[in-house]
């Protein structure tokens, strides 16, 4: 039967190996000997601009802001509460915020990935006319400020907007009535306007590693060409669908220079900001900006972990 000295033996031997297996890589990378540890130390050092980046504008700040969220004081950290995550449970406010968040980033996705994935697939299958002017065009709007997106849908979409006085025209309506940008429907279609360039770059990508044997192959054995695209097309693009997908409800999440011009909705983002306003409560600042961190992080995981496995299947 075992004593507890052979415990506490065992326990200092696997210690003392955990500590030679730590001195050994340790050497190898100071001195390394031979072809093996010389590529460990390559790597070792070009890691080290990313971990040092990691640590101060990724770990350090978010420390700092969990400490934030759990202070008990308003202007240091100090001491430990958790009354601003109850706050954000308990509060039907906050909670009506978290949904508007997830719907508005969810509705958006679906249509921006919807309408990327025939954009992508024009682009790519069929030899359009100035097809370079085209992909130009798509892909413009990644190169613009949310702010600048959100004065572009007011020009369109407000009262004396281009596309809202030409349906008044064809309609005989009034402009104002008609007049969206800044109601929510025209903060969803801010929103597509800048996550539809998105998804579609990942999906031109994806279409690009596309058989195109098999689909030839599919549709001189008579398939149209819906059914070539459910069955042989659609299955070789759906990681790359699952990545704009993830690419795009992160981009609805974390968008606030659109919110800033049109506040239609509020969202976590737009809080956040109110939060740390006049009359700020940091602790409410900080507790969100962990929740969504953790909520994009582990979203983020998964989604990538599905993704993985469909590229296995």
Known sequence: MATPGDHLADTRSR???SLDVVST??????????ERDRERRRIAV?????????VIAGVYPLVEVVRISVSTEQYQSVGFSLQAYETLVSDPYYRGIAFNSLWLAGGTTLASVGLA???????????????DILVTLVSFPISLPGIVAAFMILVLLGNNGLVTNLVAVLTGGDA?????????PGLFVAFCYSMIPRATLILRGTYAKVDHAAEEAAQSLGATPW?????????????GIIGALILTFRTGLAIFGTLIVIQAVVVWTLQISRELGPGYNIQIAG?????????TF????????????????
């Open 46 to 54: 070009l890691c080290v601009p990313f971990a040092t980046l990691l």
């Open 298 to 313: 582990a979203f983020t995981a998964l989604g990538l972990r599905y993704t993985d496995a469909e590229v296995g299947l």
């Open 176 to 184: 104002i009535d008609m007049a969206i940008a800044v109601s929510a």
């Open 287 to 295: 507790a969100m900006a962990t929740v969504y961190f953790l909520f």
């Open 117 to 131: 994935i025939p954009i992508a697939h024009s682009l790519e299958k069929y030899e359009l006319p100035g097809e």
């Open 227 to 239: 059914q070539t695209f459910r069955h042989v097309t659609l299955p070789q693009i759906r990681p």
């Open 25 to 34: 890589l340790f050497t190898s990378l100071v001195d390394p000997t031979t």
């Open 15 to 17: 210690l003392q190996a």
